[in-house]
């Protein structure tokens, strides 16, 4: 075949060397725009995963690369007047003009052609081509020819930064946060080669212009970034190598994906690789492994389909298909690191001890969780963990290992739940005329034996027209009171969870149908009238309408859940939350999808917040004082002109000074025309924002589902409490099963349960075990050396 790659970057060069070590007869040129030998930029950073793989394809290359690289292992914070260091983290760095040389003269040596100082305005400039990679990078003129066909989405991202270089030299991957008075500037600094360390500025637009860099040219703002980090830099200068560019030489970088990889141009087939189409922030580092990986996994295509002409359709359908998952995936990573360094002068430098910033900035991308960080560094996160369980009020001796922060207590006026974890408030639709029984006992009485700190019963509702179905719960009577007493007494003298109960009023979602009978369908018979904030039909053409509440509905329904107050302190809860989410009544109040009123209460937000508020203050009046109460809401109606993130940490103040003490963060189920994000722990994010910028502790909930999640989130800051709710149904004893899968064995368990613990700690360590012997025979190790390892030897 012949191919033309445009742009002489990582991705073009190592996939014409690795095409022509395959297939020597290729006809293959590499066209770049630099003159030879010439290069942009500072040092560049992958992973010793990435290294391996070159290893496997191109050990000439490798060795090179390896032998000219930095290796390091160490991430180290300079934060608050604190230096923290993690080790395992394994990361290489080499000067991107060193990487291109080595790759230039591979290609070279290989008879790869190279073809430099031509600039390439179109493909069709190589018309005998069968195969064109477009690798020109960020700005691709070939991907802007044929945006229609590619359709890149194309983002550009609101900090400032800027990519300057020193000669002093840092022995880990260093990272240096500097508040000014118009706010945080944080570095990002690397060594890549004997005499040079990549010095990488960054910060938000607002203290970028605040310092005027935006009027500075490169010589001012290289004296301001020496001046700002003076103390580090000790003496050290600060160096440019982008003459090139015009102006200061900050930049905001550009999220680059395409919809479509490759075309046919009517003579040749193209493909964009790299930057050309997809970008990942410099934030972990992975533009480069990106580039590299393309040029592996198209010419593994080519290996496995052959080298014709003839299979070039195949072989690029083939390429985007199983490439674009593993790219996605490390998209969303650099997606997640890129936005905690845009926020967290807002939301995480004031905040966070810098022991918690560490570990927040460390697990930041999510791709590294609790667990990994205790395969990198074990005893940087067991000294962590200590930390993190003092500040908690638990004592641990000498010599002990602390318990993970999901095992930590947590204190909210007078009541301490022993750990994290909380039943989530999950609907069973099992009650008659609102009086729980048998089956509530039951249903929650088991997962109080579970393990889990904090057990919530379903949405409870306030009056009979307040039911979504006619199976919920209620409070609106002493029989209900007396029902919900029985089961919060027996939870209470067999188990030391604590009990909390979620008071509701459906709203416009109510009168309708079991949820294994047709979920949010009307019912046949017997409906009741709907209330909402405006006349709302739930699912269009099918839900019952409500109307619009009058003065007199609002203090009937207030007054209603005072009452509900009332019977549940009566009947011994520990814990209150009202249900102000999920497009219940007093979410219908704040959303502006459901609220259209015209008067006080609709309108602007704190307009639509005003009955939300009063149902919440008057309800706090009659709670006991020394009990904690939190709220529901929906941080997100995943609707276009629906309840956003930045409402959401608006929503969250004006409930903290109503005397709120925790934000439960849900979101959706506002309206049926949302397309919420899925994924694990995909709510989260809501939660970590609102505690950190509106100051109020939150519970986590959505996609939780290990142990590993649950400890993430609390050790970061992200939430304070964790609410599992499927899992929980799956097995009640979830708390118990997790405590055991991650080895922390002093998990207390119902003294009738001490038999099976034993047991299942056991089997789970002989798995574990099997498994680790079963990874060191894979790697090449003998029987009796894989025992050992698995024994800790």
């Known amino acids: 075949m012949k191919i033309v790659c445009i742009g002489g970057g990582p991705a073009g060069l190592y996939f014409g060397l690795l095409m022509k070590m395959r297939h020597p007869a290729h006809d293959i040129t590499v066209v770049e725009r630099n003159m030879p030998y010439d290069t942009f930029g500072w040092g560049v950073v992958f992973s010793d995963a990435t290294m391996d793989n070159m290893r496997q394809w191109d ?6 690369i390896q032998q000219a690289f930095n290796h390091w292992d160490d991430i180290e914070l300079h934060f608050q007047g604190e230096v923290i260091r993690s080790g395992g983290h394994g990361f290489v760095g080499i000067g991107r003009k060193k990487l291109l040389n080595i790759l230039q003269a591979r290609c070279e040596q290989l008879g ?14 190589y018309p005998d081509a069968d195969l064109i990679i477009a690798s020109d990078g960020i700005f691709s003129k070939i991907r802007s020819r044929y945006e229609a066909v590619f359709k890149p989405d194309i983002v550009l991202r609101p900090n400032r930064y800027i990519w300057l270089g020193t000669h002093k030299l840092y022995d880990a991957f260093t990272f240096l946060f500097e508040k000014t008075e118009a706010g945080w500037f944080q570095a990002h600094i690397y060594k890549f080669d004997e005499a ?23 010589a001012q703002s290289i004296a301001f970034c020496e001046k700002l980090f003076a103390k580090n830099l000790q003496g050290a200068k600060l160096m440019t190598n982008a003459r090139h560019l015009r102006g200061s030489a900050w930049l905001n970088f550009q999220r680059v994906k395409c919809e479509q990889w490759s075309l046919f141009n009517g003579k040749s087939h193209v493909v964009l690789m790299g930057d050309a189409v997809h970008t990942a922030h410099f934030a972990i580092g992975s533009g480069t492994k990106l580039a590299i990986e393309d040029a592996i996994e198209l010419t593994r295509q080519f290996d496995a389909l052959g080298h014709g002409a003839e299979q070039i359709p195949a072989v690029l359908a083939r390429y985007q298909a199983l490439r674009h998952v593993d790219v996605l995936r490390l998209q969303n990573a650099a997606w997640n690191a890129m936005a905690w360094f845009e926020v967290c002068g807002e939301r995480y430098c004031d905040q966070l001890p810098p022991p918690q910033f560490m570990y927040s900035m460390l697990t930041r991308s999510q791709r590294i969780s609790h667990e990994n960080l205790r395969l990198r560094d074990a005893r940087w996160l067991g000294e962590f963990e200590r930390w993190f369980a003092q500040r908690a009020g638990v004592a641990v001796p000498e010599g002990r290992p602390a318990p993970p922060p999901m095992f930590t207590p947590y204190t909210v006026r007078g009541v301490t739940v022993k750990n994290r974890v909380m039943v989530s408030p999950m609907a069973q639709y099992s009650c008659l005329d609102g009086l729980p029984a048998d089956y509530h006992l039951m249903h929650l009485g088991a997962r109080a034996m579970g393990g889990a700190g904090l057990v919530f019963a379903e949405m409870t509702c306030t009056s009979p027209d307040a039911r979504i179905t006619p199976g919920c719960p209620g409070l609106w009577n002493d029989a209900q009171r007396d029902g919900w007493k029985r089961i919060v007494d027996h939870v209470h003298a067999h188990t030391d969870a604590k009990m909390a109960v979620q008071i509701g009023h459906a709203g416009a979602k109510g009168s309708t149908r079991l949820a294994w009978e047709g979920i949010d369908q009307p019912l046949e018979a017997g409906n009741w009238p709907l209330i909402s904030a405006s006349p709302q039909q739930y699912l269009d053409g099918r839900s019952e309408w409500s109307r619009a509440m009058s003065r007199a509905d609002m203090d009937r329904v207030r007054d209603d859940f005072v009452a509900a107050t009332q019977r549940a302190a009566q009947a011994g809860f520990d814990w209150l939350e009202l249900h102000c989410a999920h497009g219940y009544l007093l979410s219908s109040f704040i959303s502006p999808l459901t609220n259209q009123r015209d008067d006080e209460y609709g309108g602007s937000l704190d307009h639509r917040l005003r009955y939300p508020l009063e149902v919440f203050r008057a309800v706090r009046a009659v709670w006991p004082q020394h009990l904690p109460m939190s709220v529901r809401i929906s941080a997100h109606d995943w609707v276009e002109g629906g309840i956003t993130p930045d409402d959401a940490v608006a929503i969250a103040k004006a409930f903290k000074a109503a005397g709120a003490d925790m934000i439960d963060c849900s979101s959706g189920q506002v309206s049926k025309k949302e397309q919420p994000v899925f ?23 959505g996609a939780i589902s290990e142990a590993d999640h649950v400890n993430s989130i609390i050790a970061a800051g992200r939430a304070d409490l964790c609410a599992v709710a499927r ?14 899968k991650i080895g922390w064995f002093d998990m207390a368990w119902p003294k009738q349960y001490t038999s099976a ?37």
């Open 679 to 701: 994924g694990r722990m995909f709510q989260t994010p809501f939660a970590d924002r609102i505690r950190n910028e509106a100051g109020i502790a939150t519970i986590a909930v």
């Open 112 to 125: 790869v052609k190279l073809v430099f100082e031509t600039d390439v305005e179109s493909d069709t400039d």
């Open 196 to 218: 040079t360390t990549t010095f990488i500025v960054e910060c938000p637009e607002h203290v970028w212009q605040a310092h005027g860099l935006d009027q500075a040219d490169q």
């Open 59 to 64: 050990p000439v290359t490798a060795t090179e």
């Open 757 to 793: 613990k034993v047991q299942l700690e056991r089997n789970l360590e002989r798995e574990r075990t099997a498994a680790a012997q079963a990874g060191a025979l894979a790697a090449g190790l003998t029987a009796a050396q894989a025992a050992n390892r698995a024994m800790g030897g």
């Open 727 to 740: 899992p929980h149904l799956a097995n009640p004893a979830w708390t118990l099963m997790e405590a055991a």
